[in-house]
């Protein structure tokens, strides 16, 4: 089973910019569609962010012109860069496959603030 961790999070104001990273135990971004997803306090996991195996993107709406997902395949990693960060992407952040037969244990995630 593929294990994938997440790291990068922090507290940043709002404005600011951090870029996270999702490294995987062996090569799954040229298999997968893979996403990253974030559950904040009380809401449930919520998928914010997809790269498919073919590189189109999307994104969901709250997060458009602002979050921009990549991939590193040489690296098995994949990233997700934050810019313009409100208090409301306060969350934990996941990475994993988007199909949920093709995932994998979630990860202990990053923790992402965003607080003046």
């Known amino acids: 089973q593929v294990q994938l961790v997440e790291s990068g999070g922090g507290l940043v104001q709002p404005g600011g910019s951090l870029r996270l990273s999702c490294a995987a135990s062996r090569m799954v971004f040229m298999i997968y569609a893979m996403g990253w997803y974030r559950q904040a306090p009380g809401k449930q996991r919520e998928l914010v962010a997809l790269?498919?195996?073919?590189?189109?993107?999307n994104y969901t709406d709250s997060v458009k012109g602002r979050f921009t997902i990549s991939r590193d395949n040489a690296e098995n990693t994949m990233y997700l860069q934050m810019n313009s960060l409100k208090p409301e992407d306060t969350a934990v952040y996941y990475c994993?496959?988007?199909?949920?037969?093709?995932?994998?244990?979630w990860g202990q995630g990053t923790q992402v603030t965003v607080s003046s």
């Open positions: 790269i498919t195996t073919g590189g189109s993107t």
């Open positions: 994993n496959a988007v199909q949920k037969a093709a995932r994998g244990s």
